[in-house]
């Protein structure tokens, strides 16, 4: 099913305003708030708490699939949408009517929470700008006019996991003490039985479920303000791109426990070995319990650029909510020659008189 949120006054496609967390026609500006868009849609409400039959078929509902490419119509002016199938939210090609294709994120593929945009195209475009322009040796047209328009605001798709670790350890320490008095010298060896015991709370550790997604690029982004997280709307994507989930959360399970427990058990052997010359470990346990999944949507702005001398793709990222960036970028090798010889010859020229007169 494709959602299209339109105003009840003129017609035109509802955008969601990171500026001011509310909804607004991009034509005759009304604004409306996520009561006010519930009330407008309920039945996209009601469709958001069906299970999405078609995840896992051949030809999504409403949607032709060729080959990698899956076919939707938009329903604003017929005009074919060509997505891939991660695809969750996008733009007529056409009409540039945002589009949120429901089915993508509904039934087991809806998520728990959204973080939604705090950071409009505006603002995104002018960090983007200050921060390149610290850069010296960037190729000009990576921050041409052209380029900045692919700028994009994109919902990526993460696991967000909570849980508890117990852990206890029990040992030996060891204090030693030595002093010297006259032509003698003492060693004192004291030995104390250690325990420590304690619990720690570990909420949000995010894990990226895309599989396409440059993994560097998308965790570098983190973290995000987990306090802003609000319950899954798919009004929220309305005005920006947004993909689901390929990856399930058993993918990172053992790993994330594994990295867990080596935390835990390095936390309570420095606490425990803090005072004493030497630990000696007898016994340590660790349980990690109540453990929770969540499936979150996080706001990224993203922009690629395509370096053809050296057949690279770059990328730069901008979260959507802190403003924290990451990125890579190239370099102009032009630009890097220009310096060296700015320095190199006048240097040379000055050796040069300097040897002629010596």
Same mark, same amino acid.
């Given at each position: 099913m494709i959602l299209t949120y339109k105003c009840p006054n003129c017609g035109g496609g509802l955008q969601f305003d990171p500026n001011t967390q509310k909804y607004k026609c991009e034509f005759c500006f009304s604004i409306f708030t996520q009561e006010e868009l519930e009330e407008l849609y309920p039945e996209d409400t009601k469709e958001q708490e069906k299970t999405g039959q078609q995840e896992g078929t051949k030809a999504p509902? *409403? *949607?032709?699939e060729q080959g990698d490419a899956i076919l939707y119509q938009c329903p604003n002016c017929g005009a074919q949408i060509v997505t891939d199938e991660t695809t969750a939210a996008t733009f007529c090609y056409y009409c540039h009517n945002p589009v949120v294709l429901s089915g993508r994120v509904s039934g087991t593929f809806q998520p728990n929470e959204v973080i939604p945009f705090a950071i409009d195209r505006k603002k995104a475009e002018q960090i983007f700008v200050d921060w390149i322009h610290k850069k010296r040796f960037v190729p000009n047209d990576f921050f041409s006019k052209s380029q900045i328009e692919k700028l994009s605001g994109i919902y990526f798709p993460y696991w967000m996991f909570d849980c508890q670790i117990d852990g206890s350890l029990? *040992?030996? *320490?060891?204090?030693? /003490?030595t002093w010297q008095s006259g032509d003698r010298r003492y060693t004192e060896t004291k030995r104390f039985s250690v325990s420590r015991s304690g619990r720690m709370d570990v909420k949000n550790i995010a894990r990226n479920a895309l599989q396409k997604a440059d993994k560097d690029l998308i965790e570098g982004v983190l973290p995000y303000d987990m306090a802003q997280v609000q319950p899954f709307s798919t009004g929220y994507l309305s005005g920006f791109g947004? @993909?689901? /989930?390929?990856m399930e959360s058993t993918v990172f399970k053992d790993d994330l426990y594994t990295e867990l427990e080596q935390y835990a058990r390095a936390d309570l052997k420095g606490q425990a070995e803090s005072g004493y010359n030497r630990l000696t470990i007898q016994q340590q346990d660790v349980q990690i /319990?109540? @453990?929770v999944w969540n499936y979150v949507l996080l706001p $990224?702005? $993203?922009l690629t650029y395509q370096d053809k001398a050296r057949d690279k793709v770059y990328y730069f990222a901008l979260n959507g909510q802190t403003e924290k960036i990451c990125g890579q970028l190239p370099v102009d090798q032009k630009k890097?020659?220009?310096?060296f010889a700015g320095i190199f010859f006048p240097l040379l020229i000055l050796f040069l008189i300097g040897g002629y007169w010596i």
């Amino acid at each position: 099913m494709i959602l299209t949120y339109k105003c009840p006054n003129c017609g035109g496609g509802l955008q969601f305003d990171p500026n001011t967390q509310k909804y607004k026609c991009e034509f005759c500006f009304s604004i409306f708030t996520q009561e006010e868009l519930e009330e407008l849609y309920p039945e996209d409400t009601k469709e958001q708490e069906k299970t999405g039959q078609q995840e896992g078929t051949k030809a999504p509902e *409403g *949607g032709e699939e060729q080959g990698d490419a899956i076919l939707y119509q938009c329903p604003n002016c017929g005009a074919q949408i060509v997505t891939d199938e991660t695809t969750a939210a996008t733009f007529c090609y056409y009409c540039h009517n945002p589009v949120v294709l429901s089915g993508r994120v509904s039934g087991t593929f809806q998520p728990n929470e959204v973080i939604p945009f705090a950071i409009d195209r505006k603002k995104a475009e002018q960090i983007f700008v200050d921060w390149i322009h610290k850069k010296r040796f960037v190729p000009n047209d990576f921050f041409s006019k052209s380029q900045i328009e692919k700028l994009s605001g994109i919902y990526f798709p993460y696991w967000m996991f909570d849980c508890q670790i117990d852990g206890s350890l029990s *040992g030996e *320490g060891t204090k030693i /003490r030595t002093w010297q008095s006259g032509d003698r010298r003492y060693t004192e060896t004291k030995r104390f039985s250690v325990s420590r015991s304690g619990r720690m709370d570990v909420k949000n550790i995010a894990r990226n479920a895309l599989q396409k997604a440059d993994k560097d690029l998308i965790e570098g982004v983190l973290p995000y303000d987990m306090a802003q997280v609000q319950p899954f709307s798919t009004g929220y994507l309305s005005g920006f791109g947004a @993909e689901k /989930r390929d990856m399930e959360s058993t993918v990172f399970k053992d790993d994330l426990y594994t990295e867990l427990e080596q935390y835990a058990r390095a936390d309570l052997k420095g606490q425990a070995e803090s005072g004493y010359n030497r630990l000696t470990i007898q016994q340590q346990d660790v349980q990690i /319990r109540n @453990e929770v999944w969540n499936y979150v949507l996080l706001p $990224v702005w $993203v922009l690629t650029y395509q370096d053809k001398a050296r057949d690279k793709v770059y990328y730069f990222a901008l979260n959507g909510q802190t403003e924290k960036i990451c990125g890579q970028l190239p370099v102009d090798q032009k630009k890097l020659m220009l310096l060296f010889a700015g320095i190199f010859f006048p240097l040379l020229i000055l050796f040069l008189i300097g040897g002629y007169w010596i």
